[in-house]
Every structure is written in C-alpha cells, then in structure tokens.
C-alpha cells in the first residue's frame, strides 16, 4: 500500500525567510511519480512538479526548489525567500505506475503561513 | 484560471438524501477524476472516467457513481448521504492521462454539507 506522510501540519514564517516542507512516502513500486500541489483559499489544486522515481536530480524553479531522495524515500519541497502570496496549504502526492491513470494519494497537507 | 469548473459551489443537504455534483472539463480533455477533500486532510481518490467509462476506483462505496458524457463533462452521485460525507469534492481533468502530461487540472469544487 501507498503512504504520504507530510509530518508538518503548519508552518508559519516572516517573508523573506527561507522554508521547506518535508515529504515522506512509501510505495512498494519501482516505479512511481511524485507530486507536489498548492491549494489557496479559493479551494483549487494548482500542479507545481512531477517528478518520476528514476530521475533523482534536484530541480529548481524561479523561488521555489525540490529535493528528491530515494534513499530516505522523501521529496521536499523548499521556498526561497518566501513572500505572502505562499501562503497555501501544500500537498505532496504519490502515484503508482501500475495504478491506472490520475489515482494519486495525498499526504495531509502543510499549512505555510507567511506573515508580512 | 484551470477552465475546469464545478457546480454547485456550495450546498447542504440531510441525511439519506441524494446529491449530483457536475463538472466541466478543461477544453481538450478527455479524462476526469472526482476527490472528495474533509476538512483539515488532504484529498482521496474516488474514481476515474476515460472517454465515458470508469477507469479506476478508489476504496469508496457504490453509493458513489458517476458519468461522463460525450462532451467529457462529468457527474458525481452520491446516494443515501451520511454525515461524513460532508467534504469538499474536487473534479481534475487531463488530457489521457496525468502520468503522461504530468498534471492534473482542477476545479475549485462543490462543498458538501450533511446535516
């Protein structure tokens, strides 16, 4: 069975601070994709990466950056000098190639509270 | 802006009553999922439709069924509602599927509540 566990539940920080949200998962499969989603207060999740299990290399994105290690089964997901409009819950999320199609399983989300 | 947009937005109904969610899809999308979110948790899978027939499950009962029409918009019905029903539901559409494109596109969703 697939598990995202996303041990933060909230996180507040001051703009401009650096932040990570940490990821663990479990999965059975060799090959398996990962996500990362942020959901703002009007309720849609808005896609921010995919990543598949054998392309281990960090990736980084304008502020933001991901840091996936299949050693430790955990994908982070870093914000760089963070602004008020981060503020999200964020979910990280799994999905087994076997499984057909868009089945992902979430974790339980980090609730990021910049504050100006 | 998605494209993917769900009605209601916000509704209430009671105990043992039915309800039917809707979706339209983002234009050029052929394949829809339904999420049901509960407060404070992230969302859960319920099932999938691929160009009108179910294409994968989640652990939910068959109370829970859908449709998706020609047009690829979608219908979640949820029959005989109980009080932990109550949650936000999420539609998300893709063009085939999202392991292949990478994303899912989703709409704001319909929250639920059961009294």
């Known amino acids: 069975a697939q598990k995202v566990t996303q041990a933060q539940t909230e996180i507040s920080v001051v703009e401009k601070e650096d932040v990570t949200l940490d990821c663990v998962y479990e999965?059975?499969?060799?090959?398996?994709?990962l996500f990362w989603y942020k959901q703002p207060p009007s309720g849609e999740l808005v896609f921010l990466i995919r990543?598949?299990?054998?392309?281990?290399q960090n990736e980084i994105s304008g502020r933001y950056s991901w840091n996936f290690q299949k050693s430790t089964s955990s994908f982070n997901f870093t914000i760089t000098a963070s602004q008020v409009v981060d503020s999200a819950v964020y979910f990280c999320?799994?999905?087994?190639?076997?499984?057909?199609?868009?089945?992902?399983?979430f974790g339980g989300g980090t609730r990021l509270m910049v504050k100006p | 802006e998605t494209g993917v947009t769900q009605s209601p937005t916000h509704l209430i109904k009671t105990r043992g009553q039915q309800v039917t969610l809707r979706c339209s899809s983002q234009?050029?999308?052929?394949?829809v999922s339904w999420y049901q979110q509960a407060l404070g948790q992230g969302p859960q899978f319920i099932f999938q439709?691929?160009?009108?027939?179910?294409?994968g499950r989640g652990n939910f009962p068959p109370r829970f069924s859908g449709l998706q029409f020609p047009n690829y918009s979608s219908e979640l019905n949820v029959n005989a509602l109980e009080l932990d029903d109550s949650a936000l539901y999420l539609c998300?559409?893709?063009?085939?599927?999202?392991?292949?494109?990478?994303?899912?596109?989703f709409g704001e969703g319909s929250r639920l509540t059961v009294l």
């Open positions: 439709y691929y160009r009108e027939e179910e294409n």
């Open positions: 999965t059975r499969d060799t090959t398996y994709y």
């Open positions: 990543r598949n299990s054998f392309d281990e």
């Open positions: 998300a559409s893709s063009q085939r599927l999202a392991l292949d494109t990478g994303e899912l596109f």
């Open positions: 999320a799994l999905s087994e190639a076997i499984n057909a199609g868009n089945m992902l399983t």
């Open positions: 234009s050029g999308h052929n394949t």
